[in-house]
């Protein structure tokens, strides 16, 4: 026709803007309108809205109101705890058949109630797709059926509280409830406030699913202090925490002292590298990375790495891919004083911008923006700003793009982009994060162990190795519950040691004096100190060196620089190791049992089984290092993942006064087994055979600085253990006030902890049985993390 212009389909797509939203909001607000748009807290199987409580709002996107949710008091929070412990018992006494039939109709009944649940979420900024919810039912429908069979050693917590910060995802904050539930706990949620009205929907969803009345309660508040508050009721026995660091640090120093174990997902805002090695797909990962850093809303922050060879390159389909692309909408109005100041700072320290359009003047939108050619020491790639802003380094060398890679204080995820399998599989095993993605990105799955690495968090969440957190050993009694002690947390472990003049000495004999045993030699305490060791009578045994921070920090850097060659010996090699060192404690056994029998006060024979009962310990971890590697998981998409087991890295051991020679072999065994360096403080009590021990580890082929041991103060050398960067993980066990320190001192940086109160567990009905052998299970799940890696076949 005359006049008329023909367009082509690239024509089409580049002028087309964004269409009006065709979704709608009915579903949910006619179970908004039910609820009056006031809903209440969730206890014992129905809605509560006690009166003369606060409310909260919840908005949409534009700001305008949803609806208001109540605000839980303490009589709340009392009340939901007494419902729980009440209808926990009655839901752990039901088969293991029973329980997974209530998993299996939630899914039917969720995927009735989809609709309504994708847009509740869609209100509350908070998207979530049905179907994933859907698939972590049916998941753990499974392990709800297999529990017993399959853990047979593994008994519930019993009321366990699962706290979300406000950013917090929905499926973050249910990949812990849902598995605590499968467990046979019952569980109390505590959402942020993005995710109160979808989590309170699925509370009402899984009574309808036949989930008895009181094993669910949702309760829903103002700020985080709730979950503290939940946290101090003397019937809840764990809680798990997902959300930021800020919140997670709060909650970790309010929640100390109060006997609780808590663990910590803190998975929001890590930073991640994207890697990009010579050897991949440059159109595949370009749009990987156009895919993945330029949401709306990421739960995670990337930093892109590019190997030089390839640097033109991929700059050149940045700059295309991005041409013509819209303002992403930032999350709040004030993060774009935040984007504005980092791409500011960048520009002055020398990067250049790849911009799809010119930033609006004002507003909370900000273009996608790759700032090329920073350091790795900007502040952008440190902690890059909440917006669609990608920094863009360069590496020359693999090695140099993993140790990139590894730059981040966080360790949540990676996605490495290479053809080279062996490569691709080198790289997956050096990088220090959780999860690794090759030539792929953001793949979930609930078979999939998440573990979280440095400040990431210290929780395992989906897999079986998830489950464990929610089940303790059958063979050992629920933690005690105690009340925070007054603690000086800047003056504790701060006083010097009191030289003390031995009364009743022999003259006729001089007590031997020991020393400690640091990076592979014996050694005096750098302050050149000691401590007198004392029998059950009084007299004086022998000296023990006083060692300090100084020696603590000695051990730790020995133990940084061998332990990761320790790790990466095979299996076999490390177990010839614990071979040898049972071996040699064999060949020492009647002087160690006689350090046990002057130090404790035990008979010879007593003291004699003890050992003998070490060097079988030994034995078995041994042959622990080469059965328990993980396997394939068998995932819904195309492809192959691997889970993984490996080791922390540095871990401090506090040792107990009960069984010291058996709780020292078994601890330590465990640690090395995996691949941990260790350093170890001999309890301040009974410290003899544990410096006995140390000639058992001369003798031994562990390289050195792969075990240390320090004699000393115990709340001396706790304290430099919990203020050194490098240490990973501390496992304790001593007094009420080193736990609580511990608890308030260890989130920043932030450390694995395994916390127990001798003087409590004594209470309790004499502490851990260190001789039952279910006890190796629970130490090596201590002693390891969980890596996942997904390979894509399709």
Same mark, same amino acid.
């Given at each position: 026709m005359a006049g008329s212009t023909t367009k082509t389909v690239h024509d089409i797509f580049q002028s087309m803007e964004y269409g009006p939203s065709s979704s709608s909001s009915s579903t949910a607000q006619s179970w908004l309108d039910q609820h009056s748009r006031s809903l209440g807290l969730f206890i014992d199987g129905k809605f509560v809205s006690p009166t003369g409580r606060q409310s909260r709002t919840v908005t949409d996107a534009t700001g305008g109101s949803v609806c208001t949710t109540v605000c839980a008091t303490e009589d709340d929070i009392s009340a939901s705890m007494s419902s729980a412990t009440s209808a926990y018992k009655a839901w752990n006494d039901l088969?293991?058949?029973?329980?997974?039939?209530?998993?299996?109709?939630?899914?039917?009944?969720?995927?009735?109630?989809?609709?309504?649940?994708?847009?509740?979420?869609?209100?509350?900024?908070?998207?979530?797709?049905?179907?994933?919810?859907?698939?972590?039912?049916?998941?753990?429908?499974?392990?709800?059926?297999?529990?017993?069979?399959?853990?047979?050693?593994?008994?519930?917590?019993?009321?366990?509280?699962?706290?979300?910060s406000d950013d917090c995802s929905l499926y973050s904050l249910w990949l812990k409830a849902i598995p605590a539930l499968a467990m046979g706990n019952a569980v109390t949620v505590i959402p942020g406030v993005a995710t109160a009205l979808p989590s309170l929907l699925l509370a009402q969803l899984f009574v309808e699913a036949g989930l008895p009345s009181g094993v669910l309660s949702v309760l829903t508040g103002s700020d985080m202090s709730l979950g503290a508050q939940v946290a101090q009721n003397s019937q809840v026995n764990y809680l798990t925490y997902s959300g930021n660091k800020q919140d997670g640090e709060m909650l970790a120093k309010q929640t100390a002292g109060w006997g609780v174990p808590v663990s910590y997902s803190l998975s929001l805002s890590s930073v991640c590298p994207l890697i990009i090695f010579e050897s991949a797909d440059i159109d595949s990962a370009?749009?990987?990375?156009?895919?993945?850093?330029?949401?709306?809303?990421?739960?995670?922050?990337?930093?892109l790495c590019v190997q030089e060879s390839v640097w033109d390159s991929v700059v050149a389909r940045l700059r295309l891919r991005m041409t013509g692309m819209k303002s992403v909408p930032l999350l709040a109005n004030s993060d774009r004083a935040v984007v504005d100041a980092a791409v500011q700072e960048a520009q002055q320290q020398g990067a250049t911008l790849i911009q799809s359009c010119t930033p609006p003047p004002s507003g909370s939108a900000y273009p996608p923006t790759v700032l090329c050619g920073v350091a790795p020491s900007c502040a952008c790639v440190v902690s890059p700003p909440p917006g669609p802003v990608l920094p863009l380094l360069s590496f020359r060398s693999n090695a140099e793009g993993v140790t990139l890679?590894?730059?981040?204080?966080?360790?949540?995820?990676?996605?490495?982009?290479?053809?080279?399998?062996?490569?691709?599989?080198?790289?997956?095993?050096?990088?220090?994060?959780?999860?690794?993605?090759?030539?792929?990105?953001?793949?979930?799955?609930?078979?999939?162990?998440?573990?979280?690495?440095?400040?990431?968090?210290?929780?395992?969440?989906?897999?079986?190795?998830?489950?464990?957190?929610f089940l303790r050993p059958t063979q050992s009694p629920p933690l005690p519950r105690s009340t925070p002690s007054s603690v000086d947390y800047s003056s504790f472990g701060s006083a010097e040691s009191r030289a003390s003049i031995p009364e009743g000495a022999d003259p006729s004999s001089i007590p031997r004096s020991y020393q400690q045993f640091v990076g592979g030699q014996q050694k005096k305490a750098d302050s050149g100190c000691t401590k007198s060791v004392s029998g059950p009578g009084g007299a004086v045994l022998a000296y023990c060196p006083d060692g300090g921070r100084k020696d603590v920090r000695n051990a730790v850097e020995a133990a940084a620089k061998v332990q990761p060659g320790w790790m990466k010996k095979s299996p076999s090699a490390r177990a010839q190791s614990l071979y040898s060192l049972a071996n040699n404690l064999e060949?020492?056994?009647?002087?160690?049992?006689?350090?046990?029998?002057?130090?404790?006060?035990?008979?010879?024979?007593?003291?004699?089984?003890?050992?003998?009962?070490?060097?079988?310990?030994?034995?078995?971890?041994?042959?622990?290092?080469?059965?328990?590697?993980?396997?394939?998981?068998?995932?819904?998409?195309?492809?192959?993942?691997?889970?993984?087991?490996?080791?922390? #890295? =540095? !871990?401090? @051991? $506090?040792?107990?006064? +009960?069984?010291?020679i058996l709780s020292l072999v078994s601890l330590l065994g465990a640690a090395v087994a995996v691949g941990n360096a260790v350093v170890m403080v001999p309890s301040e009590k009974y410290p003899l055979p544990s410096l006995e021990f140390?000639?058992?580890?001369?003798?031994?082929?562990?390289?050195? #600085? =792969? !075990?240390? @041991? $320090?004699?000393?103060? +115990?709340?001396?050398?706790?304290?430099a253990l919990a203020n050194h960067s490098v240490i990973q993980a501390i496992w304790y066990w001593?007094?009420?006030?080193?736990?609580?320190?511990?608890?308030?001192?260890?989130?920043?940086?932030?450390k694995r902890l395994w916390l127990h109160s001798e003087e409590e567990e004594e209470k309790q009905g004499g502490g851990r049985d260190w001789t039952h052998p279910s006890l190796l299970e629970e130490i090596w799940r201590e002693a390891v993390v969980w890596k996942s890696l997904w390979i894509p076949t399709a």
């Open positions: 088969s293991c058949y029973q329980r997974a039939k209530v998993f299996l109709r939630l899914a039917s009944v969720l995927q009735k109630h989809s609709q309504c649940v994708s847009e509740l979420c869609e209100l509350s900024q908070s998207p979530t797709s049905p179907a994933t919810l859907v698939r972590l039912a049916q998941y753990y429908a499974g392990w709800a059926q297999i529990r017993d069979t399959s853990m047979p050693d593994w008994t519930p917590r019993g009321v366990v509280a699962v706290v979300g370009v749009d990987g990375v156009i895919e993945t850093a330029f949401k709306k809303k990421r739960e995670w922050r990337w930093v890679g590894n730059h981040s204080p966080h360790g949540q995820a990676a996605s490495i982009w290479t053809e080279d399998l062996t490569l691709a599989l080198e790289c997956a095993k050096s990088l220090s994060v959780g999860s690794v993605w090759v030539n792929s990105h953001s793949i979930a799955d609930p078979s999939l162990p998440l573990s979280g690495r440095k400040e990431s968090g210290t929780s395992t969440d989906g897999g079986r190795e998830g489950l464990y957190q060949k020492r056994g009647r002087d160690i049992a006689t350090s046990i029998h002057k130090q404790t006060g035990l008979s010879l024979e007593e003291a004699s089984k003890e050992v003998e009962l070490s060097v079988f310990r030994l034995y078995d971890l041994a042959a622990w290092c080469d059965k328990e590697r993980g396997g394939v998981q068998l995932l819904p998409q195309s492809g192959s993942a691997l889970s993984i087991p490996e080791a922390i #890295g =540095v !871990v401090g @051991v $506090i040792l107990p006064d +009960r069984k010291p140390i000639q058992v580890l001369v003798d031994s082929d562990l390289p050195a #600085g =792969v !075990v240390s @041991v $320090i004699t000393g103060g +115990r709340d001396q050398l706790t304290h001593g007094s009420k006030e080193g736990c609580q320190f511990l608890q308030h001192s260890c989130c920043s940086p932030l």
